[in-house]
């Protein structure tokens, strides 16, 4: 096996800065995963839907390659980020989580709680993942 061959799959990948890095170290291969094509991406994006089962066989297969070095994964926190707990703005993002209720506060609008059950299942799956 030649270094060359190896590979590196940047999951949740944004804008795909560690795949590009990835690449230009040496592992050309290197696959970029996200649900949408960034503008200003570094790398090319495979366009995968992380909800969706034929997605998830896709990139399972690719966690199966003997040539895979290693995964990054950084799923979105929008849902589950502090900040949203820091009241700068009167129209700013409210909480949609806290300590006791972490799968997501009782009352969210529809929206809100749609935005929360999409996050809830992409953390589950990285963690299947890992």
């Known amino acids: 096996m030649c270094v060359t061959q190896l590979f590196m799959i940047e999951i949740f990948a944004g804008i795909a800065v560690l795949c590009s890095v990835s690449k230009q170290l040496g592992l050309q291969n290197s696959i970029a995963v996200d649900k949408e094509r960034k503008r200003g991406a570094r790398s090319?994006?495979?366009?995968?839907?992380?909800?969706?089962?034929?997605?998830?066989?896709?990139?399972?297969e690719w966690l199966l390659s003997p040539l895979l070095l290693w995964i990054h994964l950084a799923p979105v926190c929008?849902?589950?980020?502090?900040?949203?707990?820091?009241?700068?703005?009167?129209?700013?993002?409210?909480?949609?989580?806290?300590?006791?209720?972490?799968?997501?506060?009782?009352?969210?609008?529809?929206?809100?709680?749609?935005?929360?059950?999409?996050?809830?299942?992409?953390?589950?799956?990285?963690?299947?993942?890992?």
Do not use: M, W
């Not at 090319?44 to 399972?60: G, H, I, N, V, Y």
């Open 44 to 60: 090319s994006t495979f366009q995968l839907d992380l909800t969706q089962p034929k997605d998830r066989a896709l990139l399972e």
């Open 78 to 130: 929008g849902t589950a980020s502090r900040a949203r707990n820091i009241r700068r703005f009167h129209n700013g993002p409210k909480p949609l989580r806290s300590d006791s209720h972490p799968h997501g506060l009782p009352g969210l609008s529809q929206r809100d709680q749609t935005r929360v059950d999409i996050a809830n299942d992409l953390f589950s799956y990285a963690c299947k993942i890992f």
